[in-house]
């Protein structure tokens, strides 16, 4: 199964994407005239779906203020790339830094030409069946695991980057750091598999390491989606090469970590826990057609898909967040002090324990915090699977709100701008500030807010936020518990600068921090 096939949300159909694919593959094909001739009517089809599609989508937005456009610029890792060119890419309106400022334009109105909003999902019987078997993946004894795995990731952390004897020291790259750290808990929590802190480059030909394959991956996604793998292996370009010898490293790896699991519960007689592969007179009946959820478990490909979905959308998403949480912490001192003191009044004299996780409110609120102020998934993409009736609110310059319905047709695309809604000024006070006392309620926190869309809401909620608020409660509480953070200043920067350059994040295939350092000090 190729990445593309797994990854719903990029493969859902953004036009800028499907236009490079073919773009690219017709780049190979036009050798001759014959072939230009051959193709020209599937273009202009193509064109003509295309222009017919838009105006639909504009007809359909009738009456409500709209930023239009031809393509579908949403998509976050093309849009910091192209010009701006008003009304065909307005790029210049959909800057990360003022996300909302786009809805200020078209009169507070959270509506995109090419996506009207709806949460829902394409396959519901298909996501339920496959939830059904990833869910439980996701229980208590993970969750343990996972605290016990970063407490011994940051060991090895303070190890390697020199902090453990000298009384701290810097760290000059935080964003890789954390995704070390991330994937080193992947790979013990989940499947048992030692990823190295430093991972060795392997040269061409052999089979890469697990954790270089996918970072190969993760830093090529758009070609990786774009181009066949045996076009990729054959490429004379050597990147282009290597991203393909990435790709079959990562399948092989996942394989064989999928195998040797089976291999360990079947030798432990625990062959119940394969309930989840299913049976092969399943198999036929999906293979026949019958849908949904009927159909217990997955096929031997799709666990091994889910397995890749799971590390794909689990750890550089972790890693991310952390970097971006240290920056503001490095920045707001008296925000480290706050949670100083909660985790000093937490676990007292004794070392902190997956036990004390549910007392630690205010780090798990400088989590969500971080993530309202820097929303690491920056789009959900979704498709409307029926007509609906979409709730908006309009808000004028006098205050005054008013709700409406907006009919939102079957097969509309809809995109859920999660930036935007969590910094929408209209429902947090003062958005820009970074707060986590706003998600502590009665001494509790909370993520229950319908406007906090880090993770999604509803059905297709993040499968593995709490996995994620484990990891990321563990690190925090563990760091500042012994060091306090600083933020490494470049020669005559000022507050303003320095802040801007810790806090800017680039548009990949999540919101991705740049290259920033930081410095520990022992307390
Ligand atoms: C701070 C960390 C994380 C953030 C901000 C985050 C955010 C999200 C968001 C917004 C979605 C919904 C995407 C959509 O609807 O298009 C999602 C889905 C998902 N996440 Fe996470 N995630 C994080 C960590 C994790 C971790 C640690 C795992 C796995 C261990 C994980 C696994 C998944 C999976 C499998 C889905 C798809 C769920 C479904 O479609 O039912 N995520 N995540």
New binding site residues.
């Given amino acids: 199964m190729e990445l593309s096939d797994r990854l719903?949300?990029i493969e859902g159909g953004p036009i800028t994407a499907r236009l490079q694919a073919l773009s690219l593959r017709l780049s190979l094909l036009i050798t001759n005239q014959q072939t230009i001739v051959l193709i020209l009517p599937f273009l202009i089809i193509y064109t003509v779906k295309w222009v017919m599609r838009y105006l639909e989508v504009r007809r359909q937005a009738k009456g409500l203020p709209t930023i239009s456009s031809f393509i579908e610029f949403f998509e976050s890792s093309y849009r910091q790339k192209l010009p701006h060119i008003p009304f065909v890419v307005p790029v210049r309106d959909y800057t990360i830094d003022r996300p909302w400022q786009k809805y200020e334009k078209s009169g507070y109105v959270a509506i995109n030409i090419f996506g009207l909003q709806i949460v829902s999902?394409r396959n519901g019987d298909e996501?339920r069946r496959?939830?059904k078997i990833?869910k439980p993946c996701?229980n208590e004894s993970i969750m343990q695991s996972g605290w016990d795995k970063v407490r011994d990731a940051f060991g090895v952390m303070k190890l390697e980057e020199g902090l453990a004897t000298s009384g701290g020291g810097d760290v000059r790259d935080l964003k890789g750091c954390m995704i070390k750290l991330?994937l080193y808990v992947?790979g013990r929590s989940?499947f048992n598999i030692d990823i190295p802190w430093n991972i060795p480059e392997s040269q061409a030909g052999e089979e890469m390491h697990f954790a270089e394959a996918l970072h190969v991956l993760e830093n090529n996604m758009i070609p990786e989606l774009l181009i066949q793998l045996w076009i990729l292996l054959w490429f004379p370009a050597r990147s282009l090469r290597r991203l393909g010898q990435a790709q079959q490293s990562f399948l092989a790896h996942i394989k064989a970590m999928y195998r040797s699991k089976r291999l360990e519960l079947e030798s432990r007689g625990e062959s119940d826990e394969l309930a989840s592969q299913m049976s092969s007179e399943a198999e036929d009946r999906l293979e026949q057609g019958e849908k949904g959820s009927r159909v217990a478990g997955l096929l031997e490909r799709e666990i091994i898909g889910?397995i890749c979905?799971?590390f794909l959308?689990?750890?550089e998403?972790?890693g991310?967040?952390l970097t971006f949480l240290q920056a503001f912490l490095a920045l707001h001192p008296e925000w480290q002090e706050k949670l100083y003191q909660e985790i000093i009044s937490v676990c007292g004299d004794e070392p902190l324990s997956y036990r004390h996780m549910n007392q630690l409110n205010l780090c798990l609120a400088a989590?969500y915090e971080t993530?309202r102020l820097r929303?690491?998934?920056m789009?959900?993409?979704?498709i409307a699977t029926k007509d609906t009736l979409l709730p908006y609110t309009r808000w004028d310059d006098q205050g005054n709100v008013s709700h409406h319905q907006h009919f939102v047709k079957k097969g509309s695309h809809v995109i859920?701008d999660?930036p935007a809604l969590s910094l929408n000024p209209f429902i947090w006070e003062d958005p820009n500030t970074f707060n986590p006392e706003r998600f502590i309620d009665n001494g509790r926190v909370s993520s229950a807010i319908d406007e906090f869309?880090?993770?999604?809401l509803g059905?297709?909620?993040?499968?593995?936020?709490r996995?994620?608020e484990v990891?990321?409660v563990c690190y925090v509480s563990h760091l500042i518990g012994e060091f306090k953070i600083y933020p490494i200043r470049e020669r005559g920067e000022s507050d303003e600068d320095l802040r801007e350059r810790l806090l800017r994040g680039r548009e990949e295939l999540t919101l991705t921090p740049g290259r920033i350092g930081i410095r520990l000090e022992m307390r």
């Fill in positions: 719903h949300t999902t996501h496959h939830k990833v996701f991330t992947f989940g889910n979905g799971v959308a689990g750890h998403t972790t991310h967040t989590c993530i929303e690491i998934v789009t959900l993409p979704k859920i999660s869309a880090g993770f999604s059905q297709r909620q993040c499968i593995g936020k996995f994620a990891e990321m």
